[in-house]
């Protein structure tokens, strides 16, 4: 009799412990999260075995709070990782975008002319630049100008353009947000941006007149003198001097430009979500 209680006390520490180490894992039950600017979204955390902390693998991209709420920041994917005792899972997290009808133009750094021309579309009418080329697009019904510099033979620097009065400047501000992080005011009416993996420089400036606004691209190594090299090729005034580009003719219009600009730069100075102190280079 007391084999047979032993036996039964043995089966039931085994079952014991067998069940302790069938224990779920930590997992996290809303994995995949798709934000947008300023959305937020908490995490439901399960089978958790103790305090949980949360860290994001590029806040720039979405941030996470210590009670793991998500906020989507700027476009982007990264992944939050949440850890408990020794245990970690982790939630994927993409950041898209609202204000997708005004397209950047072609991005591929270091590529030579014929490719970006290819790339950009063999149905353009295209405006050829001493150092690059131009072409112009009909939206929002506004003229939007992509131009394209190269040095080199290689692509170094992509811009956009358009009339300061026209209605993409209303939306210009919150186009950039959802995309860069602002950095800087490097001019009374220019500033800084910079790409969520720290890798691409985005500057927004007027034209000596303030007529048109424009958002320059180019690569970013860490070095301030490769953003100065590069923007050495930044000079619009063959572009809008050509006799091909279309201008929009307004009249009884009593909005000034510069107001208009300014507006945009202060939205951009006054974004809170990002880490990164806002820095006044003038």
């Known amino acids: 009799m007391k084999k047979i209680y032993l036996l039964l006390i043995v089966l039931l520490f085994i ?5 302790e180490d069938s224990k779920p894992p930590l997992s ?18 399960e089978h958790n075995p103790g305090e949980l902390t949360f860290k994001s693998q590029n ?21 939050i990782l949440v850890t408990s005792l020794n245990e970690t899972a982790t939630a994927n997290v993409e950041v898209k975008t609202i204000i997708n009808y005004l397209p950047e133009p072609y991005l591929g750094f270091g590529e030579d ?5 290819a790339k950009v579309g063999s149905g353009e009418q295209f405006i050829n630049l001493e150092n690059g080329f131009a072409v112009q697009k009909r939206i929002d019904n ?25 209605n993409i400047t209303s939306v210009i501000a919150d186009f950039l947000l959802e995309r860069y992080i602002p950095v800087a005011q490097t001019g009374a009416l220019s500033a ?8 691409m420089i985005v500057l927004v400036s007027a034209s000596e007149d303030n007529s048109y606004v424009y958002v320059a691209y180019t690569e970013y190594n860490g070095e301030a003198s490769s953003t ?13 001097s050509n006799e091909k580009i279309q201008k929009n003719e307004r009249t009884g219009i009593s ?25 006044d280079v003038r």
């Open 113 to 117: 002319y014929a490719t970006v021309k």
């Open 142 to 166: 506004s003229n939007v100008i992509y131009g394209y510099s190269f040095e080199n033979s290689k692509l170094k620097m992509s811009m956009f353009l358009f009339e300061t009065l026209s």
């Open 28 to 45: 996290i039950k809303n994995n995949e999260l798709v934000l947008f600017r300023e959305n937020t979204e908490e995490l439901i955390v």
């Open 59 to 79: 806040p720039l991209i979405a941030s996470v709070s210590d009670d793991g709420v998500v906020e989507g920041n700027v476009r982007g994917k990264t992944s």
């Open 228 to 240: 100065a090299n590069a923007t050495r090729l930044l000079n619009i005034d063959p572009i809008l």
């Open 192 to 199: 800084g941006l910079i790409s969520p993996e720290k890798d």
């Open 15 to 19: 079952l014991s412990c067998s069940k």
């Open 255 to 279: 909005i000034k430009p510069e107001t208009q600009i300014a507006k945009v730069l202060n939205d951009l100075k006054e974004d809170k979500s990002s880490s990164i102190p806002y820095q």
